[in-house]
Antibody, heavy 118, light 107 residues
Framework: EVQLVQSGAEVKKPGESLKISCKGS????????IGWVRQMPGKGLEWIGI????????RFNPSFEGQVTFSADKSINTAYLQWSGLQASDTAVYYC???????????WGQGSLVTVSP | DIQMTQSPSSLSASVGDTVTITCRAS??????LAWFQQKPGKAPKSLIY???SLQSGVPSRFSGSGSGTGFTLTITSLQPEDFGTYYC?????????FGQGTNLEIK
């Protein structure tokens, strides 16, 4: 069974750094892209970008480029989304999802709530 | 970026009804169009990819059609569990973009 399990909720202060994770199981992790999607409170879905865990190739939405970083550790089937200096506007639920090459997300993680507050 | 516009923004329908949600792209996306369902407080669920192909396990009452810039999601014989917000997404060109969502309420 394909599963993506994300790390838990985080509460951070502005300016702090954060790394959230997405662990895949039930499939060959290095054969699929991992995508990240933001959902701000009460709002719709926004595509942040994707990473290919086998070689860490990435594609970013220009709106997020420079604001976040993707990484992956294929030895433990885990992808990461990272901030070096959080802002209140980063408060959102972040979802990871498995992307078939040339396709879109078929399986989703449960989401990680990130709250940034003074 | 390709803009995706859904209509209506919300709708209310009864069990057994047929509902249609429309998604329009600001430029052609070929058949690279997906639909997702999201319930409150839950992760989205993938329903359809490639305009009309059902993801594994999705009931056959869901169907998709269209091409280029105009697409539809149709739900026939609406069930109580079909409430939620539906999103379309194009994945023809980066950045992939979602529609603003359509909130479906069951009367």
């Amino acid at each position: 069974e394909v599963q993506l399990v994300q790390s838990g909720a985080e509460v951070k202060k502005p300016g702090e750094s954060l790394k959230i994770s997405c662990k895949g199981s039930g499939y060959t992790f290095t054969n699929y892209w991992i995508g990240w999607v933001r959902q701000m409170p009460g709002k719709g879905l926004e595509w942040i970008g994707i990473i290919y865990p086998d070689d860490s190739d990435t594609r970013f939405n220009p709106s997020f480029e420079g604001q976040v970083t993707f990484s992956a550790d294929k030895s433990i089937n885990t992808a990461y989304l990272q901030w070096s200096g959080l802002q209140a506007s980063d408060t959102a639920v972040y979802y990871c999802g498995r992307h078939v090459t040339g396709n879109t997300i078929d399986y989703w993680g449960q989401g990680s709530l990130v709250t940034v507050s003074p | 970026d390709i803009q995706m516009t859904q209509s209506p923004s919300s709708l209310s329908a009864s069990v057994g009804d047929t509902v249609t949600i429309t998604c329009r792209a600001s430029q052609g996306v070929s058949h690279y169009l997906a639909w997702f369902q999201q319930k409150p407080g839950k992760a989205p669920k993938s329903l359809i990819y490639g305009t009309s192909s059902l993801q594994s396990g999705v009931p056959s009452r869901f169907s998709g059609s269209g091409s280029g810039t105009g697409f539809t999601l149709t739900i026939t014989s609406l069930q109580p569990e079909d409430f939620g917000t539906y999103y379309c997404q194009q994945y023809n060109a980066y950045p992939y973009t979602f529609g603003q969502g359509t909130n479906l309420e069951i009367k």
